[in-house]
T-cell receptor
């Protein structure tokens, strides 16, 4: 079983739409959680950390549900520039970071 | 800041050849990670260093893969001999002692024919 699982998509949404991605993780001892964004043929970059209480950064909201072992990312008012692959990342103790295979988002004009 | 630097950006080689990938982490970062990314398996951690010392190489696929970090500003990942199934994008990333964010280099796209 993979440590981190994501729906690969693709998600194709119109501009202005709200879209949500979920990610599940297998190890209940996981300590910290992140969403990374990866543009086509580019390197991953940190989008936001995910805190237990949930956190928001502009149009982006991240949530963590430890009981069900999933994290989510909500994007409101989608922009064309949001088109990318979104990677869910889970950190065990130390430096073991597990990346999901990513969810592809295309925002359509 | 130049960010994490990797070379070469693209490498095409024939099966059986030796391949060396290079990485310069961000100055002052204590951790360096080597990842491999494929469509099927996503990003996989191969090995990471802390203060130039290899800490966990459990992700290295087999003995054909080796990594070194002779000093704080340089690391190499070597594949010898290379095989077609090694074709992937190899990323190097670094992070500081005080933060969680990993900063990735632009990657090396390796194709083994």
């Amino acid at each position: 079983r993979k440590e981190v699982e994501q729906d690969p998509g693709p998600f194709n949404v119109p501009e202005g739409a709200t879209v949500a991605f979920n990610c599940t993780y297998s190890n209940s001892a996981s300590q910290s959680f992140f969403w990374y964004r990866q543009d086509c043929r580019k390197e991953p970059k940190l989008l936001m950390s995910v805190y237990s209480s949930g956190n928001e950064d502009g149009r982006f909201t991240a949530q963590l549900n430890r009981a069900s072992q999933y994290i989510s990312l909500l994007i409101r008012d989608s922009k064309l520039s949001d088109s990318a692959t979104y990677l869910c990342v889970v950190n065990m103790a130390g430096n073991q970071f597990y990346f999901g295979t990513g969810t592809s988002l295309t925002v359509i004009p | 800041d130049a960010g994490v630097i990797q070379s070469p950006r693209h490498e095409v080689t024939e099966m059986g050849q030796e391949v060396t990938l290079r990485c310069k982490p961000i100055s002052g970062h204590d951790y360096l990670f080597w990842y491999r990314q494929t469509m099927m398996r996503g990003l996989e951690l191969l090995i990471y260093f802390n203060n130039n010392v290899p800490i966990d190489d459990s992700g290295m696929p087999e003995d054909r893969f080796s990594a070194k970090m002779p000093n704080a500003s340089f690391s190499t990942l070597k594949i010898q001999p290379s095989e077609p199934r090694d074709s992937a994008v190899y990323f190097c990333a670094s992070r500081s002692n005080t933060g969680h964010e990993q900063f990735f280099g632009p990657g090396t796209r390796l194709t083994v024919l």
